[in-house]
């Protein structure tokens, strides 16, 4: 089966005018479609695009004001939607992401093996030289964060933004609420988890060489946190006590409880016992010790239960044959032009 025009490549661009054309020419005949959003550039990328690039294959897209890198892309995936694509590519536009890496990533895909697919520049040592120190702890950071609050476990490296998506789950996600600004990676996998799409890691070098980066450490830390931690309660409240309730939940509720309470219970004795002068009985240190004991087994049970639930069937087969007419509509249509 043959991979040519069954991929389109979505460039979101802001400041990128002087990288994008190395961007677009690199990219090899196995694309069948160019998207490139430019998001209310000051350098107007696009329009500068439209008069030098002969591509046939690129489109332009341009916002009237900015709505960042996610509000970009998602303009791109709906636009990819009206091709005959099967999976679609999301590229930076500064040279930092390799074109020739693109059938590499969108390749389980291709297979069926996959639902969603992202680079990992953490899968060996050597793939991260020349990546930043800041960003490498930054990153340690927010793969942590992003396994609890997406339920992707295996997953690392969660703001890398080379990846690939079935054309069939864009139309299955509410696009419009996942998040326009740099958390939009991150938020994309809990909304992937929750429509329970297999998602894989594909590994690749970081390539860092004089590209300015936009992405202020500072400037984001307080919006992942909290973004993480949204999701987090999210994903816990509707996958174990709405959508469906097993052992696990009782596991996490009665966990947090005897922790909490086991935990409160301590140090209000360590208090009164560090105020009065009197030490505590081993009874009392027994009925603080005791709950979080057993408060830590329950939840280190559910966390083993949550990590084994992590999707492990693909989504995309199953959610084919309804899509098919439009998609063969719109191949007739590809073919005819």
């Not at 400041?15 to 020419?25: H, K, L, T, Y």
């Not at 959003?37 to 332009?60: I, L, Q, Y």
């Not at 939607?81 to 291709?110: E, F, N, S, W």
């Amino acid at each position: 089966m043959s991979n040519a025009y069954r991929i389109a490549v979505v460039i979101p661009c802001y400041r990128v005018r002087s990288r994008i054309m190395p961007v677009i020419e690199s990219i090899g005949p196995e694309v069948g479609w160019i998207i490139l959003v430019d998001d209310a550039c000051p350098e107007s990328t696009g329009e500068w695009v439209a008069r030098h690039c002969s591509d046939p294959r690129v489109t332009v897209l341009t916002h009237p004001e900015n709505l960042g890198v996610g509000g970009a892309v998602i303009t791109g995936y709906r636009h990819a939607l009206t091709t005959a694509a099967d999976v679609v590519i999301k590229l930076d536009g500064d040279g930092q992401m390799d074109p020739a890496l693109i059938l590499r990533i969108a390749g389980p895909l291709l297979a069926g093996q996959a639902d969603y697919a992202k680079g990992n520049r953490f899968h060996r040592i050597g793939f991260a030289k020349g990546m930043p120190w800041v960003r490498l702890v930054g990153n340690a950071i927010l793969s942590l964060l992003t396994k609890l609050s997406s339920g992707y476990w295996q997953l690392s490296d969660p703001t890398n933004g080379y990846t690939a998506i079935r054309r069939e789950l864009l139309s299955e996600l509410e696009l419009e609420r996942v998040s326009r600004r740099y958390f939009f990676e991150s938020d994309l996998l809990y909304h992937l988890n929750q429509i329970r799409a297999l998602v894989v890691d594909i590994p690749m070098r970081a390539r860092y060489e004089d590209e300015p980066s936009s992405l202020s450490p500072l400037k984001v830390l307080i919006p992942f946190l909290l973004g993480n931690l949204r999701n987090t309660l999210r994903r816990i409240g509707y996958s174990y006590f709405l959508r469906g309730f097993s052992v696990a939940s009782v596991e996490l509720l009665l966990g947090s409880l005897l922790l909490t309470a086991g935990a409160g219970f301590g140090l209000w004795q360590w208090h009164d016992s560090a105020e009065s002068g009197v030490p505590a009985t081993a009874g009392t240190v027994m009925l603080a010790a005791l709950p979080i004991i057993l408060g830590m087994q329950m939840l280190l049970s559910w966390l083993n239960f949550d990590v084994t639930a992590e999707p492990r069937q693909v989504l995309h087969t199953l959610l084919g044959d309804r899509q098919m007419p439009m998609k063969q509509a719109l191949r007739s249509k590809e073919n005819a032009g």
